[in-house]
């Protein structure tokens, strides 16, 4: 039993981390996209499509991304090269990709999807208990914990990952520099679309192998506020996704198990705890500030 | 932010509207608002059908606009207001959660006619409409007494509101005129659409050791967790039996559209008037997906469950019944009024849940 529930907490984790992750580091360059929830759709309807249409559930994982990403290059182009204001271009993607993938994927209602079958990795998947939970899972799972813990050196081990979060702290001086401001953004914008768009592959493919309208019921906004309450550290965002889907799942176990708590409140639990244990682990107001991309959401016209 | 969002896109849709109802304005405009998208699977689905069977039925008198994925609450007032300024003759408000704001726009608009889905809110130009889908449930709750093993079923409920708690004691009394031991285990889910929630849900519930699943939400995502786990499921408001051909034991089908065209005849003939309609099996405002995965002695109970239900000779609340605490509710033979029924608030005997207030 504990087994099984754990498998669904991971299921119910994995899209959070990943659509986090990718608007993580695309924050860290400075730039807010609020478009998560609609680039997580627009993946979604991509890697139903493209499972279904080629018959190989892998295809779908790289439509999902390939969707994703060049959905925000659409957002990159409107606030990187128009310089338009980021947030409300933010709020306008997520419009266009509730709306736009619902005209993509209408033939597709109602059709059963393809489970993204798991890779078993043979000898660790027979140890007990840990085996089928870490080693017998499809590839977005082994994607999700690859992301957070590439992205964690790369933002702070790598001599790129440190011009990144240069720029998002001061793309004046970056730009001084001689670091190329735009195009990492470009880039970073690209890179979170591009995990946006794995996740919303995640849910069509994996969590409900299906696609329906609407199918990410908030969750890209989920995503966006573990960034914040993460205070911009990858492994935190690992451990609030990690938080908000086990007590997501535990509340429906404690309501199947009948401990009598009003349902209302054990809905509210994943909210309510995500945020104090994020609160309680980022206390340190200093190193949040530090952690705080200083440029964030903020124009950047290069002046020659 | 996520309301703000929402707000803009109904907004956005209400304009949409406006457009594509602008080109004729000779044919009488009845128009509809749905909570879900019109291809949810479910609830709006069975409610599309119904306007797409109006819409071929007297299509050369009528228009039907739609406004799609209308969130409950104050955004639902601002929707409805739009479709009755842009010309609607009769609006069809499809979701409990609309009831407030149709009310409140049925004020200001006294010449349109308004029709309220499952609310109990009425009005001289606002009608109300649903469906014993009770009756359905009471039918599934004694194939799952049949088919269930361990004598245990799962509900996925989505919000305490009578007709929910009406479903699942219906439900629960039809198990238990089979198996009086029959137990019933709730999870609310606390949402009508969110596929990823359902599922959980329902993951929950089997791994709870149900082996028989039923919800009272809008997404095939429980059907299809069911299969995979290769345990008896039922549909709700549409046929699910494409997520689930070796799960779906039956579904509770909602057919709206006799009574959508019957509705607009009146109009158009000025013959229409408030009223507070409850029907059910037998009007054919609701229907049983064929009955199947199920051996044939299973299958003729239901039938003649069915039947008898139709007939008027079996109604699903008659005594003896008592509440979940044990006390008395309904003596021998005794049957339940609509009222009563209608502002259900408390649990029978059996269920497995303590009931949200």
């Not at chain 1, 929830?37 to 499972?51: D, N, P």
């Not at chain 2, 005594?319 to 009222?339: F, H, M, R, T, V």
């Amino acid at each position: 039993m504990i087994e099984a529930i754990l498998l669904t907490i991971i299921t119910a984790a994995t899209p959070l981390v990943i659509a986090a992750i990718g608007e993580l580091v695309t924050e860290r360059a400075g730039v807010l996209n609020l478009g998560v929830e609609g680039m997580m759709i627009m993946g979604a309807v991509c890697a139903f499509a493209g499972s279904y249409l080629t018959g190989v559930p892998l295809f779908g994982v790289l439509a999902g991304i390939l969707g994703g990403a060049l959905f925000s290059l659409l957002f990159g182009f409107l606030t990187l090269t128009l310089v338009t204001n980021q947030v409300a271009t933010g709020l306008a993607l997520t419009l266009l990709g509730l709306g736009l993938s619902g005209q993509l994927g209408e033939s597709f209602v109602g059709i059963p999807g393809v489970k993204l079958s798991p890779i078993v990795f043979p000898v660790l998947s027979d140890i007990p208990f840990i085996g089928p939970l870490l080693f017998r899972q499809d590839i977005t799972f082994y994607l999700s914990i690859a992301l957070v813990i590439g992205v964690n050196w790369f933002l702070f081990r790598s001599r790129t990952g440190l011009k990144l979060r240069a720029i998002g702290d001061s793309h004046g001086s970056a730009h001084a520099l001689g670091i190329n401001v735009i195009r990492t953004r470009y880039l970073a914008v690209m890179f979170g679309g591009a995990c946006a768009g794995l996740a919303g592959a995640q849910l069509s493919l994996v969590y409900t192998p299906q696609w329906v309208e609407n199918m990410t019921a908030g969750r890209g906004w989920i995503a966006l506020a573990l960034v914040v309450f993460a205070s911009w550290r990858p492994l935190r965002v690992l451990i609030g996704g990690y938080i908000f889907g086990a007590v997501g799942i535990l509340q429906l176990h404690a309501q199947a198990f009948g401990v009598g708590i009003p349902s209302q409140f054990l809905s509210m639990l994943p909210y309510a705890v995500t945020i104090v244990v994020l609160i309680i682990i980022s206390h340190n107001r200093r190193t949040t500030l530090i952690n705080t991309p200083a440029c964030l959401g903020k124009p950047f016209v290069p002046d020659r | 932010m996520k309301k703000l969002i929402i707000a803009l896109a109904a907004t956005a849709a209400a304009l949409s509207g406006f457009v594509s109802g602008a080109q004729a304005q000779e044919k009488t405009k009845v128009c509809f608002v749905y909570v879900g998208t019109k291809t949810d699977g479910g609830w709006t689905q069975a409610h599309d059908l119904g306007r797409q069977e109006l819409q071929k039925a007297l299509g050369d008198k009528i228009e039907t606009p739609y406004l799609e994925s209308v969130p409950e609450g104050p955004d639902a007032e601002r929707a409805i207001e739009r479709m009755a300024r842009s010309g609607c003759a009769m609006i069809f408000t499809t979701s409990f959660g609309f009831m407030d704001a149709t009310v409140k726009v049925a004020q200001k608009f006294p010449k349109v006619k308004f029709e309220h889905a499952t609310g109990f809110k009425a009005a001289e130009n606002l009608a109300t409409y649903n469906s014993r889908f009770y009756e359905g449930r009471y039918i599934q709750g004694q194939i799952a007494a049949k088919m269930s093993k361990k004598g245990l079923a799962g509900y996925i409920a989505s919000f305490p509101i009578p007709e929910v708690v009406m479903g699942i004691n219906a439900f629960e009394l039809g198990a238990k005129s089979v198996n009086p031991n029959f137990k019933l285990k709730v999870v609310w889910a606390n949402t009508w659409f969110d596929p990823g929630k359902e599922a959980d849900a329902a993951k929950a519930l089997i791994d709870q050791g149900v082996d028989i699943l039923t919800q009272h939400t809008d997404t095939t995502a429980p059907m299809q967790v069911a299969a995979e786990r290769g345990i008896l499921a039922f549909g709700q408001a549409s046929d699910m039996i494409a997520a689930g051909p070796k799960t779906q034991l039956t579904a509770i089908v909602d057919t709206w559209g006799a009574y959508y065209i019957k509705r607009t005849k009146a109009l158009l003939d000025g013959t229409w008037k408030s009223e507070q309609v409850w029907d059910g099996l037998k009007d054919g405002i609701l229907t049983m997906a064929p009955y199947t995965n199920m051996p044939d002695d299973v299958k003729a109970m239901a039938e003649e469950t069915e039947a008898k239900i139709k007939s008027g000779e079996l109604h699903p609340f008659t005594g003896p019944i008592n509440k979940q605490d044990g006390s008395a509710w309904l003596k021998a033979g005794e049957k339940a009024d609509d009222g009563t029924l209608l502002g259900m608030n408390f649990y029978v005997e059996g269920v497995d849940d303590k009931l949200p207030q």
